[in-house]
């Protein structure tokens, strides 16, 4: 049964740093991972989509790392603003569409 | 605008009386589903719909039905709801499954007492 599992829970930035959300995953045969973001009250909204054949995606400030053979997917945000305030989520989907979630990660970048 | 349209956004009810969450997308998309979301636990997918009169279980249907009868709506349906389906829900909708460039509701939150 596939686990997906995101450390920290919970992180606090100073603005302009650069930092890395971490994402773990137990079975390495995934169709695809994506990185969602979440804000408070809303509904979430796909940042980037990896596909399994693919090391990495980039928008922006924000690039995502797959690396199947060792289950983990890594978000980079350079440069983070108070607006990158939020909880994100990856998800690992398989070839028939399921998506699994991890619990997430809130992050505060604090001015 | 594109939009995935939940209602209510905000419901507290009582233990057994039945209840409905409205979930409406504008887009034309084929594959709709629910979530709910809960501390410690993330999102877990409770009913899809990959097209109109087409729905099955996900990891998490005990006590929620579904309906599909039209491509834009897609309505969760506690009969007789309980404390443990105390959460936050979400509706999701997608041209195909994956949540690939998915639409998602703004939420409801339900508390049952």
């Known amino acids: 049964k596939q686990e997906v599992t995101q450390i920290p829970a919970a992180l606090s930035v100073p603005e302009g740093e650069n930092l890395v959300l971490n994402c773990s995953f137990t079975?390495?045969?995934?169709?695809?991972l994506q990185w969602f973001r979440q804000d408070p009250g809303k509904g979430l909204t796909s940042l980037l989509l990896i596909q399994s054949s693919q090391r990495e995606q980039t928008s922006g400030r924000l690039n995502a790392s797959l690396d199947k053979s060792s289950g983990r997917s890594t978000l980079y945000i350079a440069a983070s603003q108070p607006g990158d305030s939020a909880t994100y989520l990856c998800?690992?989907?398989?070839?028939?569409?399921?998506?699994?979630f991890g619990q997430g990660t809130e992050l505060s970048v604090k001015p | 605008e594109a939009q995935v349209t939940q209602n209510p956004r905000y419901l507290i009810t009582v233990t057994g009386k039945k209840l409905t969450v409205t979930c409406s997308q504008n887009m034309n998309h084929e594959y709709m589903s629910w979530y709910r979301q809960d501390p410690g636990l993330g999102l877990r997918q409770i009913y899809y719909?990959?097209?109109?009169?087409?729905?099955d279980k996900g990891d998490v249907p005990e006590g929620y039905k579904v309906s599909r009868k039209e491509k834009r709506n897609f309505p969760l349906i506690l009969e007789s709801p309980s404390p443990n389906q105390t959460s936050l829900y979400f509706c999701?909708?997608?041209?195909?499954?994956?949540?690939?460039?998915?639409?998602f509701g703004q939420g409801t939150r339900l508390t049952v007492v």
């Open positions: 719909s990959m097209n109109v009169e087409v729905t």
């Open positions: 998800a690992v989907g398989n070839q028939g569409g399921k998506l699994i």
């Open positions: 999701a909708s997608s041209l195909g499954s994956g949540l690939v460039d998915a639409f």
């Open positions: 079975d390495s045969a995934i169709y695809n």
